[in-house]
């Protein structure tokens, strides 16, 4: 029993000793040795005593012959030429420095920009899209005015976020200055900051008491192309989750078996296939008439109830409380099916996303369509950013 449960000596073979670790058992032990009368080892590849300062070409590193076989003359190099690297840089005229956020007794100045948000940023998160605009800011040079307390951001407000994957033409974000800036040059600096797909087109300045501007938004118009032979997503709501939780573009999600099971047996369902052919995937045989009279029956139809998940519990939405009307731009083999659509929202914010709308429309939530967010229209008659001269740069209200 001593032998099991008695101290190992140092010397003795271990189960793992033949596990080649680069380093050497005796570097092991005199290490542990150390360890019990609480010795600090320094860390190696480091000149002694030096901590963070930058390194020399004649420092000599430490090292504990521990069996790696470092090669000490190349690490120095290498560390050297870094240094030597920031140095140069840092030395460069023109090199950005941390901008402080604009003073709090500055003078509030508010301006709206208009944006587009295309091509692979449209995989960009709302969230996201918002650290973006505020890394830009700091990289074009502009002092934002911040929140005050303990953790203090920058003061940036956008329209109702847009789902991930769908395209934004004409969105809108409001952000607050300390001083007076030239809108133009405003608009270039930030382009030249901003990721590949996002561009600014015009900014304006919001006139003092003008609404919020998540709280001004009124409708949303958007447009969707659809294949002319459409196939069924993957993800279809049914009863058994009672929501859209999925992109209209992810082809690699599986449909849940409970989905399956309450979208085939309840033929009233929102997931049950407006077809009637009872299959869950693969192609649907369709033609322009087909198209054309699902959309005339979502026009004609009074009420159309959908189920969403709302803050851990499932509502009752009807679709045509948001949708007045679809139409029917195109329709043609080469170039899909042109939807458009205009979806309203309501106070606090509530609405329906577009592809609920083309679930509400075909049954099912067609794979491969192009989704755009093509304009937006506010309660409030402010003049949109783009739509006025930019003499309006020379006129800054205080808000």
Request: proline letters at 7%.
């Amino acid at each position: 029993m001593q032998e099991f449960l008695g101290e190992i000596p140092l010397e003795a073979t271990l189960p793992w000793d033949h596990v080649d670790t680069t380093v050497l058992k005796e570097f092991l032990v005199r290490e542990w040795k150390r360890a019990m009368k609480a010795k600090l080892s320094p860390a190696c590849e480091k000149p002694f005593n030096k901590f963070n300062r930058p390194f020399k070409r004649d420092d000599k590193l430490i090292c504990y012959d521990c069996g790696c076989a470092c090669d000490l003359p190349h690490i120095t190099e290498e560390r050297v030429a870094n240094h030597e690297n920031l140095l140069r840089i840092s030395s460069k005229p023109g090199l950005r420095t941390p901008l402080a956020p604009a003073p709090k007794e500055a003078p509030v100045l508010r301006y709206r920009a208009t944006f587009s948000k295309s091509g692979r940023s449209r995989f960009i998160s709302h969230l996201d899209l918002s650290r973006g605009f505020a890394r830009a800011f700091r990289r074009a040079g502009v002092s934002l005015k911040y929140s005050q307390g303990f953790n203090p951001k920058p003061l940036l407000a956008f329209t109702p976020a847009l789902a991930l994957g769908v395209e934004g033409a004409r969105e809108a974000v409001d952000f607050q200055l300390g001083a007076p800036a030239s809108i133009v040059d405003l608009r270039d600096a930030l382009n030249a900051a901003l990721p590949g797909g996002i561009t600014v087109e015009a900014i304006s300045v919001v006139p003092q008491g003008a609404p919020s501007l998540a709280g001004d938004v009124r409708s949303a118009l958007y447009s969707a192309r659809v294949p002319y032979k459409l196939e069924r997503a993957t993800m279809i709501p049914g009863k058994g989750s009672g929501s859209v939780e999925t992109m209209p573009f992810n082809e690699e999600s599986g449909l849940r078996a409970e989905e399956i099971s309450a979208g085939a047996e309840d033929g009233e369902s929102p997931g049950a296939i407006a077809s009637g052919d009872g299959a869950f995937a693969g192609p649907i045989l369709t033609d322009a008439a087909w198209h054309r009279g699902r959309v005339e029956a979502f026009n004609a139809a009074g009420s159309l109830m959908i189920e969403k998940r709302r803050k851990g519990a499932i509502v009752q939405v009807d679709l045509r409380k948001f949708v007045r009307e679809v139409s029917l731009d195109h329709a043609g083999e080469t170039g899909g099916i042109g939807l458009s659509f205009s979806v309203a929202f309501f106070e606090g914010g509530a609405s329906v996303r577009p592809e609920e709308v083309l679930i509400g429309i075909y049954g099912f939530l067609p794979r491969g369509c192009d989704i755009v967010r093509e304009d937006l229209r506010f309660a409030s008659a402010l003049p949109r950013p783009g739509t006025e001269p930019h003499a309006a740069e020379a006129t800054i209200a205080s808000v």
